[in-house]
């Protein structure tokens, strides 16, 4: 159980172009969801934190307006990459809280972004 | 300032010894450690974690120490074997919220 479904999982888009990734908790609900990035050979590096209901949180350095988050319901949070450019190329992935008596936290299986 | 290290980027271990790879922290209010196993172009999964009121925690081949007043912990991996070679994360979670820091990673190799 706990399980936490990305999507896409690759996807090439055109620079100026906006890119959607939906991240899906299937067997439970998700209240705070996370998203990360990861350049070749880095350490994932926290983006944001997205509630259920309410604006997500951004790390320092994170651009609120190019990287839309929207925590919409309880099982689903999407990150728009808006006007994405070449050096938004990246492998970015989500992550939830497990349900209360849990605290370990699942991730998604990432999504491979290039802008050319 | 990375509050989490990993300082060794790789480890190669021979199939059947021990692995142990090791994590440094900054940050004395982490509270919550965990580390992550992760392929290319896949996202992390949970291996083991560890609290700060305890010292170490065992779970099959994998056991995790935790050192607080070095602020360090390691995972031991005892027998390697060759379907553990992969890219392996510490993580730390602070007493105030719930988001993760991750280290840097540190790519194990089991030779057969």
């Known amino acids: 159980g706990a399980v936490v479904s990305q999507h896409p999982s690759w996807v090439i888009c055109k620079s100026g172009t906006s890119v959607k990734i939906e991240c899906r908790s299937l067997?439970?609900?998700?209240?705070?969801m996370f998203w990360y990035r990861q350049f070749p050979k880095q350490s994932l590096m926290l983006m944001a934190t997205?509630?259920?209901?309410?604006?997500?949180?951004?790390e320092q350095g994170v651009e609120k307006d190019k990287f839309l988050i929207n925590h919409a319901s309880l099982t689903l949070s999407t990150l728009t990459v808006t006007s994405a450019h070449p050096e938004d190329s990246s492998f970015y992935i989500c992550?939830?809280?497990?349900?209360?008596?849990?605290?370990?936290?699942?991730f998604g299986s990432g999504t491979r972004l290039t802008v050319v | 300032d990375q509050q989490v290290k990993q300082n060794s980027p790789s480890l190669s271990v021979q199939e059947g010894r021990i692995s142990i790879l090791n994590c440094d922290y900054t940050?004395?209010?982490?509270?919550?450690f965990l580390w992550y196993k992760k392929y290319p172009a896949e996202g992390p999964t949970f291996l083991i974690s560890?609290?700060?009121?305890?010292d170490k925690n065992e779970d099959g081949r994998f056991t995790v120490f935790l050192n607080k007043s070095a602020k360090h912990l390691s995972l031991h991996i005892v027998p390697s074997q060759p379907g553990d070679s992969a890219v392996y994360f510490c993580?730390?979670?602070?007493?105030?919220?719930?988001?993760?820091?991750f280290g840097g990673g540190t790519r194990l190799m089991v030779k057969p």
């Open positions: 992550s939830a809280t497990l349900p209360t008596g849990r605290k370990d936290y699942t």
């Open positions: 067997d439970f609900q998700a209240t705070t």
């Open positions: 997205s509630n259920e209901g309410s604006k997500a949180t951004y």
């Open positions: 940050n004395s209010m982490f509270d919550y």
């Open positions: 560890i609290s700060s009121i305890k």
């Open positions: 993580a730390a979670r602070g007493n105030a919220g719930n988001m993760l820091t």
